[in-house]
């Protein structure tokens, strides 16, 4: 007898009701420049995706309705640049600039790294990403396939890279790259989809010209993106023109190395000229202003970047460098960071930082299609933020001033990330907090202790 098991394909649907929802737009196109559209509504999530956005949806055969009274509905935030198992390394060298915090405090302690230990650091950085509202990261680290069990285990969205220095060894080099590809063939567009994975050369400084080529090949075989440190620092500019004769993005743009799929983070250092490359390649950044300003790396022009039209997004970097995940509080630092550059209080206003900290994020990582705005066939990473609290009473006219100035990280109250539940009234539902970071304290502990041990 064959016996047919019949799954259950019934539809799971959430229906967000009466709620004020907040949309990032790309009006640029008409010289329009209304960055953000606000409506109230209703919004049906059915499965993965939104379905229905409208003033009256009916609430029959609907699975969960969730009360809009006093929230606002706005895409989940996207983190462009981070290194989320670094989670365990906060507060572990504070006060000290990029060159001396990476050779003298980071990459010692990095050496005694294992999976185990970097998936206790991601699943800590996933409890805070889901509780501050961000639904998608990008990320570029070591053991890397255990960050991407941590980004199924707790139901959020991520972008994965190995980290890949070679300083010029072959040898190295051989092994970064089996050690990437690897990553790629057994987790891009797992985990329901909700995982790609990038090549992820670490910086033109630690990365041979060889590494550099090989990678642009094999971001085209692969059909994968590129994720990169680029111009952090004054230093690393210098090295690289001494080296090769060339500021970095010059260097990069000789190696044919540079194209739209591509996402620096920091470019803080820019030239006219490798800002010009910049546009003309469409290469994307990723502005990290708690990190550059923690590490006195400097402040990038992004007023500038923003009027060539080039995609500017957001993203904290690791925990030992900001020293959190909240992207609330990296939208208020970009905003005043560059007021102050300019002695303009009309640089970046809330509305552009929003935008920069959702659907830019989405077009930096090529997931313009799915995330980054509500709209209809979209995936339906959203969250919820509640005005009823101190912090966000009374309500501006200007409810970007609102999100971008005054609230922080908790004051997201649900966040759903591919049409799953993660945090609702501030509780997770599939991670067990406790446990999480219990486990994140002891990773660490003995990371120290067996550095102690061999010292
Ligand atoms: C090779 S994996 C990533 C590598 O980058 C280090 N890192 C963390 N933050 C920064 C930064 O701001 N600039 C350069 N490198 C950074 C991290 O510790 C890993 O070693
Ligand atoms: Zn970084």
């Known amino acids: 007898m064959i016996l047919f098991v019949v799954y259950n394909m019934e539809t799971k649907n959430i229906l967000i009701k009466n709620v004020l929802i907040l949309n990032p737009k790309d009006n640029d196109e008409n010289n329009n420049h209304d960055h953000i559209e606000i409506f109230k509504g209703s919004v049906l999530i059915e499965n993965d995706r939104i379905a229905e956005i ?9 699975n969960k309705i969730i009360d809009g009274e006093n929230k606002i509905l706005m895409p989940g935030l996207i983190n462009t640049h981070n290194h989320i198992s670094m989670n365990l390394f906060r507060g572990i060298a504070d006060d000290i600039p990029l060159e001396t915090w990476l050779k003298d405090n980071i990459w010692p302690l990095e050496a005694g790294l294992n999976g185990k230990y970097c998936y206790a650091g991601a699943i800590l950085a996933a409890i805070e990403m889901i ?4 639904t998608t990261f990008n990320d570029m680290y070591f053991f890397m396939e255990d960050v991407a069990n941590a980004t199924k285990d707790s139901g959020i969205r991520g972008c994965l890279s190995h980290g890949m220095i070679d300083f010029g060894d072959p040898e190295k080099r051989e092994k970064e790259f089996k050690e990437n590809i690897k990553l790629i063939k057994n987790c891009n567009n797992k985990a329901e989809g909700r995982i790609k994975t990038f090549f992820g050369p670490h910086s033109p400084v630690t990365a041979s010209k060889e590494l550099l080529e090989r990678v642009r090949k094999e971001a085209n075989k692969y059909n994968v993106g590129i994720h990169i440190h680029m111009n952090e620092t004054q230093i690393e500019v210098e090295n690289v023109l001494k080296t090769t004769g060339k500021r970095p993005f010059e260097y990069l743009e000789e190696l044919k190395f540079l194209g739209d799929d591509v996402i620096a983070a920091h470019g803080v250092w820019l030239s006219k000229e490798e800002m010009n490359i910049i546009k003309n390649r469409d290469v994307k950044i990723s502005h990290n202003p708690c990190s550059n300003m923690k590490l006195a790396s400097g402040i990038s022009p992004i007023n500038e970047l923003l009027e060539k039209k080039i995609c500017v997004s957001l993203g904290t970097d690791g925990a030992a ?3 959190n995940l909240d992207m609330f ?5 970009a905003s005043l960071l560059q007021k ?9 206003p809330s509305d552009m930082a929003l935008k920069m900290a959702t659907l830019n994020g989405a077009k930096s990582l090529g997931l313009e299609n799915d995330i980054g705005s509500i709209e209809v066939g979209k995936k339906a990473d959203v969250i919820l933020i509640d005005v009823d609290s101190a912090n966000m009473t009374p309500m501006s006219k200007k409810i970007s001033s609102n999100l971008v100035y005054s609230a922080n990280g908790s004051n997201v109250h649900t966040t759903i990330c591919n049409g799953e539940i993660l945090m609702e009234n501030r509780k997770l539902t599939k991670l067990n907090e406790a446990d999480i970071l219990q486990q994140g304290n002891i990773a660490i502990k003995e990371l120290i202790e067996a550095k102690e041990a061999e010292n």
């Not at 509780?131 to 961000?134: A, I």
């Not at 509080?329 to 630092?333: D, G, N, P, W």
């Not at 102050?340 to 970046?348: C, F, G, K």
């Open 54 to 62: 409208s003033s009256e949806i009916s609430s029959s055969d609907v």
């Open 131 to 134: 509780k501050s509202g961000t």
């Open 321 to 323: 460098s900001n020293n």
């Open 329 to 333: 509080e990296e939208m208020k630092f």
């Open 340 to 348: 102050v550059n300019t002695m303009n209080p009309q640089s970046l």
